[in-house]
């Protein structure tokens, strides 16, 4: 008898761990799906083909990796900041936030300079409007 519990609890097991599986890829799957319809999206809305939208979205998300880490440092270093005001180094830390900061907008300056190279100034507006709807609908949907 306790053979047979055994044996039904490790099946059970087993099942649970497959389905686990299971949604994890669905989940990789929605992702895909999601940024397909993104890009389908964008590509209609600046009128442009996958090979462009492909360039654009390789560029973006190079520049968003790099603002990431830049974002990260400044991060840690408000909170070293805030930790200890008074530390003998703490203007030194303040220029370095200031430095990080020109370096988002450098960062921000190259992404559209690189842009201009395939995009059109009303196209690369409307990707800049694009992003900030996207971002909108993304940032209300975290809301609810």
Same mark, same amino acid.
């Given at each position: 008898?306790? &053979? =047979? @519990?055994?044996?039904?609890? /490790?099946?059970?097991?087993?099942?649970? /761990?497959?389905?686990?599986?299971?949604?994890?890829?669905?989940?990789?799957?929605?992702?895909?799906?999601?940024?397909?319809? /993104?890009?389908?999206?964008?590509?209609?809305?600046? =009128?442009?083909?996958?090979?462009?939208?492909? &360039?654009?979205?390789?560029?973006? =998300?190079?520049?968003?990796? @790099?603002?990431?880490?830049?974002?990260? =440092?400044?991060?840690?270093?408000? $909170?070293?900041?805030?930790?200890?005001?008074?530390?003998?180094?703490?203007?030194?830390? !303040?220029?370095?936030?200031?430095? !990080?900061?020109?370096? @988002?907008? $450098?960062?921000?300056?190259?992404?559209?300079?690189?842009?201009? $190279?395939?995009?059109?100034?009303?196209?690369?507006?409307?990707?800049?409007?694009?992003?900030?709807?996207? $971002?909108?609908?993304?940032?209300?949907?975290?809301?609810?």
């Amino acid at each position: 008898m306790y &053979k =047979n @519990i055994l044996i039904i609890f /490790i099946l059970i097991a087993g099942f649970s /761990i497959t389905l686990q599986a299971q949604e994890d890829t669905s989940m990789t799957g929605s992702k895909k799906k999601l940024r397909i319809a /993104i890009k389908e999206k964008f590509m209609q809305k600046l =009128n442009i083909d996958e090979a462009t939208a492909n &360039k654009f979205f390789n560029l973006y =998300n190079e520049q968003r990796k @790099i603002n990431k880490d830049f974002k990260k =440092n400044k991060k840690d270093l408000m $909170k070293l900041i805030e930790e200890n005001p008074d530390a003998s180094d703490v203007m030194s830390k !303040i220029n370095q936030l200031i430095e !990080i900061d020109d370096k @988002i907008t $450098k960062s921000r300056k190259d992404f559209v300079t690189e842009l201009q $190279k395939f995009l059109t100034p009303k196209q690369i507006a409307q990707s800049i409007t694009f992003q900030k709807n996207l $971002k909108k609908l993304f940032n209300k949907r975290k809301e609810k």
